[in-house]
């Protein structure tokens, strides 16, 4: 399917807004995206996550570091602790947008 702006058409989230952390992990590289809707990290950084896409890009995650947000690799990530263990599916929004 034509996803336009999207990298995936379902997500999975611990809350219905995707608001909430479903869990915490530390980057186990460095990681620097080809845009800006991905977020950068040094490994050993904090990474938290909000959803994980699934379906066509099951392997990009979105998450933050510091105050940015972005997607970015879920290999990249060793998960340290879950903070729920709720997993919505819902559909994905446009992706972010870069200018």
């Given at each position: ?28 590289q460095d990681f620097k ?57 819902l559909p994905t929004d446009?992706?972010?947008i870069c200018y």
């Amino acid at each position: 399917p034509d996803l336009g702006r999207r990298f995936a058409e379902r997500k999975r989230c611990a809350d219905p807004e995707c608001s909430m952390l479903m869990c915490r992990g530390k980057a186990t590289q460095d990681f620097k995206g080809p845009d800006c809707r991905f977020v950068n990290f040094k490994k050993g950084e904090a990474v938290y996550v909000y959803y994980k896409l699934i379906g066509e890009s099951t392997e990009l995650w979105a998450g933050s570091v510091g105050s940015d947000f972005g997607y970015f690799p879920k290999d990249l990530l060793e998960i340290n602790h879950n903070y729920s263990n709720e997993e919505l599916e819902l559909p994905t929004d446009v992706s972010l947008i870069c200018y």
